[in-house]
């Protein structure tokens, strides 16, 4: 099958926009505006929670955004980020864009909107995108340069067909992300409910002593948790790197409760000659440097870069609920991160943030409740996982019309 390749400018409705700039006076209220973080984060953009900013009507009328704009970063400080192609899809109210983005908005009529996200998703369209990249610090495209690129135009009846066919994988992740988020809020509810309102299992014969229950231990974190420090082998040398051992560092800080796999592996060579120690699975990892505060629990054992720390019990009670008063607490660590370029956690910033430890059996009966919600995250972004694979595996083929979706399984099968 062989389409024909067009300018990209040509299948507009109206010509390519750069975002709003407006002074700090201008921000926090008014109209929800889409930055660069939330770019970087989501393929579809609508109804998450973002910055505000004042807008009058004519200015919404030449920058505002609606249901199918495509979304180009302009500017980043790595490579694969310039062109970054994020969707608006079904905003729930009026939204508008930074300077820092371009708004590109496609003729219905040729152009199927989401057909064309998953084109410069794909190799072959980010292929394109790297060709208009510039800029040596920051790395950036201009629009002048990404309206005249190259891109496929199949029928509009196959783009819909195509868009369809992947949009049953991305529904099926997104169903499961909403499934996390309510798996996660319900672990962070039951932990607020015991530790903090005090309603464990059993409170009422339990007295209270100068604001704990009986057996409880108050004091910082550091009094009960081992602050463990990475470290990172030379880079350069070969039989170091690309083993089957996670490194996990900043960058792979995920969304969700579990880090699944690392950017970088280490061979059991390279793990030997740096600082870090191989991890077990369930360790709590928290990154102090560069993304302060993220909190991730290892999914497999895994060894960690100096930006980090692994968080282990000091004595004998239950990760989970360890992982769990940390997230809790994570906001504070944040308040309280220091440093001179980049705000940072060091081994002092426990020092001063208030622990109560309970009773050992609470926490494990706590872990034990909250198991199997933790058992139910894993699987689903494992399951994730594999549907991303898949559809990304299928995106080239997709686009390049060497594929026909019609003797494609289907994502419920994959995911069955």
Not at 137 to 166: C, M, N, T, W, Y
Not at 167 to 176: P, Q
């Amino acid at each position: 099958m062989s389409w024909p390749e067009v300018d990209f400018e040509s299948l507009f409705a109206t010509p390519s926009r750069n975002g709003v700039y407006k002074s700090q006076d201008h921000h926090g209220s008014g109209v929800p505006i889409v930055n660069m973080g939330e770019l970087f984060a989501f393929n579809r953009i609508g109804d998450q929670a973002m910055s505000l900013i004042r807008m009058s009507d004519a200015e919404m009328d030449k920058s505002g955004l609606i249901d199918g704009d495509l979304l180009f970063g302009r500017r980043s400080l790595v490579e694969e980020g310039a062109g970054k192609c994020s969707m608006v899809y079904k905003p729930t109210g009026s939204l508008t864009f930074e300077s820092s983005i371009i708004r590109v908005r496609l003729d219905r009529t040729v152009a199927d909107p989401e057909f064309f996200f998953n084109y410069f998703r794909s190799p072959i369209g980010r292929s394109r995108i790297r060709a208009i990249v510039g800029g040596a610090a920051v790395k950036g495209i201009r629009g002048s340069d990404l309206k005249l690129i190259k891109v496929h135009l199949p029928p509009l009846d196959e783009q819909i067909a195509i868009r369809h066919f992947v949009a049953v994988y991305d529904d099926l992740i997104a169903t499961n992300q909403r499934r996390i988020a309510l798996l996660e809020d319900a672990a962070r509810r039951l932990y607020r409910e015991w530790f903090v309102h005090l309603r464990f299992p059993g409170h009422d014969s339990v007295p209270v002593k100068a604001g704990v229950p009986e057996g409880w231990q108050k004091g910082t974190a550091h009094d009960f948790v081992s602050i463990l420090s990475g470290g990172t082998p030379k880079t350069g040398i070969e039989h170091y790197w690309g083993g089957e051992i996670p490194f996990f560092t900043p960058k792979d800080s995920p969304d969700a409760f579990y880090v699944l796999g690392t950017e970088k592996t280490l061979t059991e060579t390279g793990l030997s000659t740096c600082n870090s120690r191989l991890f077990a699975k369930n360790t709590t990892f928290i990154t102090a440097r560069g993304t302060v505060g993220k909190i991730a629990l290892a999914q497999k054992p895994m060894a960690m870069n100096q930006s980090c720390y692994a968080l282990v019990p000091k004595q004998d009670y239950d990760n989970l609920f360890l992982f769990t008063a940390i997230k809790d607490a994570v906001e504070h660590f944040k308040q309280v991160a220091v440093g001179g370029v980049f705000d940072a956690i060091v081994v002092d910033t426990f020092k001063i943030i208030p622990f109560v430890l309970p009773d050992t059996d609470v926490t494990r009966a706590f872990g034990n409740t909250v198991r199997p919600l933790f058992e139910q995250v894993e699987t689903l972004l494992l399951q994730n996982q594999q549907l991303a694979r898949v559809r990304d595996l299928l995106l080239p083929k997709l686009m390049s019309g060497q594929l026909d979706v019609s003797g494609i399984r289907l994502a419920e099968e994959v995911a069955a």
